[in-house]
């Protein structure tokens, strides 16, 4: 009998080939509807690595009124590259679970990539 599925590797990363321009370590990803970081930098045209499973210290945007309680679930709005609370009806992308509490005026918040539909 042959299997239906066969293991290829760990799930904590997925490969990634960027086009046009080289990826930052530390720079979000959007691939489909996949939130991921590159955790080294990777060469425009060269297979690198993304991380989509992790905790990240991640940009959020410290003027406006976005604050995040331990759970609360974290966006990625790719249009001014920062976390958001706001789902924006699927524009902005799910991106995993806020580690702690971040309030308005704090430019970080800590996230724990988990890629999945949202709630």
């Avoid at 991921?36 to 990777?42: G, L, W």
């Avoid at 425009?44 to 003027?63: E, P, R, S, T, Y």
């Avoid at 790719?78 to 789902?87: E, F, G, L, R, Y």
């Amino acid at each position: 009998m042959a299997f239906e599925a066969r293991f290829l590797r760990d799930g904590d990363v997925i490969q990634h080939t960027p086009s046009g321009a080289a990826v930052a370590a530390g720079e979000v990803i959007v691939v489909g509807d996949m939130v991921a970081v590159a955790r080294v930098p990777i060469a425009d045209g060269v297979l690198g690595n993304l991380a989509v499973k992790g905790i990240f210290d991640v940009d959020k945007d410290d003027g406006a009124a976005i604050s995040f309680t331990a759970g609360q679930i974290v966006y990625w709005d790719s249009s001014v590259n920062q976390a958001t609370d706001i789902t924006d009806t699927g524009a902005n992308k799910f991106m995993g679970y806020a580690e702690a509490v971040a309030a308005n005026g704090d430019a970080k918040v800590i996230v724990r990539l988990a890629n999945g539909p949202s709630a």
